[in-house]
């Protein structure tokens, strides 16, 4: 089925035909690690989840590359470090392993790459360097700046005049810039900051490069989706097509731009800075993350999404409701004859620029003739619980065991033994790079697997 997804832009739904349908390949912007997330920042890691689990079904496993970068250099790192008399490293790997961790009890796979931006310094460098010698950058005062003026389409993600940019951008205004929108590719870095030796000294990247050089190392330089929140269309992703499209003399980037809308708290934008926000780890004490994953799709990603106690109630009582029907179909005994199918429903709204909600009303419809066989055809229940379960592990829900969840014992137990028997499956049919892939993956979740002699795999928590 053809899947249509909304571009940034060319502000219309557009069709994904992947560059290489054999390599199918996304990048996320993701987070800086100086403190934990919070639920906002979680919104564009489920979504695109959500997509990258679409992809998987349509292409294969073995056929996408979803990346996902840790920002590990950036001046509020730096910040909260001293302020809490901890050392860099410490503080960004003690954030990385939270942010992993929160992410995984939201039930997002791990992506396939999750590079550190610390670990991608010559590439920068590199990239600076080509862009200073193609007449797109220029160094002042232990600074490279990237001027604006030289890249005719600056503004085009954007659809800003370069007054409304600069505006919106507050950016520095710094006697070394030639122009108050030229924005910084390397900065001169004290002996106290983290730094690396460059050719313009010893310094830092800016936040921006970070993403161009991640990207064309893993992806190469052109991909299929590109995503993020609606915060990053300016000036983050703006200024990484300047310095792609500048560094790859014009070579096409990025074919589609995904933007999720935001989380609100009463309408506004939840935030540090304006600190009205709640973190993945306390909300994880009150709620399985499974209830709040849940609440995260409840919403277009288009659109803004308010956050409150009684989404989480209303989506804690609808995976009661799909958890009892799956624990009633269990019952009845009876076996599966087709194999596992999602919902048409499910697929035509996922398919439609990740329509989550009508999506949901489709495993509404699914549980309805579930609940109708377990009173008048009990045989057909299995089936239809099947299917409910084949839809919900492509929006990474219901996938637990339904007696557990509903004794409040949730764990993912039902989740492992599923992706262990996909292991296997995958050995037998000697696809061992999908095998190692879903070994990784599992690990990723501090889950350790040990095979036994006689072919028999069994888990454990790391
Ligand atoms: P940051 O750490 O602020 O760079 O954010 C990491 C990711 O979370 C980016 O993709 C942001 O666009 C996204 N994000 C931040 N706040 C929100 C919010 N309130 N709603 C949705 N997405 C957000
Ligand atoms: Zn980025």
């Known amino acids: 089925m053809p899947l249509t997804l909304y571009n940034t832009m060319s502000r219309r739904k557009e069709e994904l035909r992947p560059i290489d349908p054999r390599n199918v390949r996304m990048y996320v912007c993701g987070p800086t690690v100086y403190d934990f997330a919070h639920i906002g920042n979680a919104r564009p890691v489920v979504v695109f989840d959500v997509l990258f689990r679409l992809l998987r079904r349509e292409y294969g496993e073995a056929h996408v590359t979803y990346v996902r970068n840790i920002t590990d250099v ?21 954030t990385a392993k939270a942010f992993r961790e929160d992410m995984a009890a939201l039930g997002a796979l791990p992506p396939t790459h999750e590079p550190r931006a610390t670990e991608h310094i010559p590439q920068m460098i590199a990239m600076i360097a080509t862009l200073i010698a193609r007449g797109h950058a220029y160094e002042a005062e232990g600074h490279v700046l990237f001027q604006i003026a030289t890249m005719k389409e600056y503004g085009r993600l954007s659809r800003r005049t370069l007054d409304e940019m600069i505006d919106g951008a507050r950016v520095e205004v710094a006697p070394y810039k030639r122009d108050p929108g030229d924005f910084v590719l390397w900065k001169p870095s004290p002996p106290d900051l983290p730094g690396w030796e460059s050719p313009w000294g010893r310094g830092r990247p800016g936040w921006h490069i970070e993403c161009s050089a991640m990207s064309e190392s893993l992806l190469g330089e052109h991909f299929d989706i590109h995503g993020g929140g609606l915060d990053l269309i300016f000036p983050h992703h703006e200024n990484e097509i300047a310095q792609s499209l500048c560094a790859h003399e ?93 919902p048409a429903a499910v697929i035509a709204a996922l398919t439609d620029d990740l329509n989550t909600p009508l999506a949901l009303a489709g495993m509404h419809e699914a549980l309805h003739a579930l609940n109708a066989s377990l009173q008048r055809a ?67 979740q501090g889950i350790v697997l040990e095979d036994k002699p006689g072919g028999k795999t069994e888990w454990r928590r790391a």
């Open 74 to 94: 950036e001046d509020k790192i730096n910040a909260a470090a001293k302020e809490r008399g901890e050392t860099i490293r410490d503080l960004t790997e003690r």
């Open 378 to 444: 009990p045989e057909e229940a299995a089936e239809k619980a099947a299917m409910l379960r084949a839809g919900g592990a492509l929006l990474g829900l219901l996938q637990q065991d339904p007696a557990r969840w509903l004794k409040g014992e949730a764990d993912d137990a039902a989740a492992i033994e599923d992706a262990i028997r996909r292991r296997n499956a995958a050995r037998k049919a000697k696809d061992f790079a999908l095998a190692d892939r879903i070994r990784a993956e599992l690990a990723g």
């Open 250 to 342: 014009g070579r096409p980037f990025v074919d589609i731009w995904m933007h999720n809308g935001f989380l609100t708290v009463s309408g506004e934008k939840m935030s540090k800075s304006l600190g009205n926000f709640v973190t993945v780890h306390e909300l994880l004490r009150e709620w399985p993350g499974e209830v709040i994953r849940l609440a995260l799709l409840s919403g277009h990603y288009r659109e803004p999404l308010d956050f409150s106690a009684e989404r989480l109630e209303q989506a804690k009582q609808m995976l009661d409701r799909f958890y009892r029907a799956i624990g009633e179909a269990a019952k009845t005994g009876t076996r599966l004859r087709h194999d596992d199918h999602e």
